[in-house]
């Protein structure tokens, strides 16, 4: 028995549900209409292919197209485009310091007076190496400014990706063991 008051219940809401539904749909019909009568867009036509040009590599003097440009290279580049363009200077000879990365770098210690002091800083390598103000060290022309009995103070240039070049303000500190 309730499953049979359940359909009948269910049949009454349908009917009352149905009843409520209005036969006035001028609305809708009038609707319809006027988007029948807006012009239709027209459909832009296919762009013109261009016609691909095959290109012969002839490696001569031009480098690989493999390997990425060389930072000389890219830092005249940008410095022909902009010449308030912050480089560093290419035609510095590279200290020993400056194939390590900074933080394969450690201060071990210091040596000298007041007036001069030399820090004394140990590689990946192994070799521990005395560098003063003045010196670089990094990957990145890092120029040591100020060197203290708790750590140096250095000014390295990064690349900002469109070819110049920023200041960073790095500092590598003493390493008791």
Known sequence: MPRRRKAEL???????????CNDDTSDLQA????????????????????????????PGDRRSPFEPPSPELLAESAAAKN??????DSNRVKEPLEQFPLDTLSMKG?????????ALIQAGDGNLYRVTTG??????????????????KIRELVPDGAGCWQERAATLELVSE
């Open 110 to 118: 210091t040596m000298g007076s007041t007036g001069e002091l030399w």
């Open 83 to 88: 010449p308030d363009c912050l480089q560093p």
């Open 10 to 20: 269910l049949l009454l809401l349908s009917v009352l549900g149905l009843g409520g």
């Open 135 to 152: 010196n670089y060290l990094g990957l990145y022309n890092g120029l040591i400014q100020e060197i203290s009995r708790s750590g140096i």
């Open 31 to 58: 609707f319809v209409a006027e988007v029948k009568q807006r012009p239709v867009p027209g459909i832009e036509p296919m762009p013109e292919l261009k016609t691909f040009e095959h290109f012969r590599y002839e």
